[in-house]
């Protein structure tokens, strides 16, 4: 592969940025590859990885600086903690680094996970309790009207906290998905500062 078809494959691998942002990404490396000269063509491209790696590194490093100038949303962190997790596999690190890379993505992943499902289950454990109770007091009120009143304020006490405390854990778990993307964003980054230092 030469230079004119590695910025060609480049070009055809980062389709899913701005234009404004795929031209500069290319002048950038067009300007590495005449730095080095024709004759050093083959080991800048060595030095640099396949194009793949190039452009999910590219890919990441827009993402972060997007995810910076615009304001968070759940599918946009979502897609963000995807494309930085692509980027650090495709990254060109050893096999004990790599190995260690993915055990804390997946370990850190499952905790997060873990923590959103108990908070989900947990309010929408008490939102339906209230619910319930509440349905099952009207169902009673012809049989012991005591015993429904207390099933009635009991549900719609259960209910009302349920109601209350749902917008806060939706806060909650964006600012967790927010948390996640900033910790992959600076992991992603000390992997590419070492690379860098490494050229």
């Known amino acids: 592969m030469d230079k004119a078809g590695y910025l060609k494959s480049l070009r055809s691998k980062l389709h899913r940025l701005p234009a404004q942002e795929i031209d500069a990404a290319l002048i ?8 080095a000269g024709e004759e050093n063509e083959q080991q800048v491209i060595e030095q640099l990885g396949p194009p793949s790696q190039v452009a999910a590194q590219i890919v990441a490093d827009f993402t972060i600086k997007d ?10 962190n979502m897609s963000a903690i995807w494309l930085i997790i692509l980027a650090i596999l495709s990254a060109p690190l050893s096999l004990p680094l790599l190995a260690v890379a993915m055990a804390l993505i997946i370990s850190v992943g499952a905790v ?3 923590f959103v499902v108990a908070i989900i289950a947990i309010v929408g ?4 309790s209230g619910i319930f109770t509440l349905i099952s007091g009207l169902f009673i009120m012809t049989n ?3 015993t ?3 099933f009635i304020g009991f549900g719609l006490i259960t209910s009302g906290i349920g109601a209350l405390i749902s917008p806060a854990t939706i806060r909650l778990i964006k600012r967790t998905g927010v948390v996640c993307v900033e910790s992959l964003a600076k992991l992603f980054q000390k992997i590419t ?3 860098k ?3």
Request: proline residues 8%; negative net charge.
């Open 125 to 128: 454990g008490v939102l339906l």
């Open 193 to 195: 500062r070492k690379r």
């Open 148 to 150: 429904a009143l207390l």
């Open 67 to 76: 995810l910076d100038t615009t304001p968070p949303s759940t599918k946009k």
């Open 144 to 146: 012991h009207w005591p």
């Open 112 to 114: 997060v996970f873990s």
């Open 28 to 35: 950038y490396y067009e300007e590495y590859f005449d730095e």
């Open 197 to 199: 230092e490494n050229f």
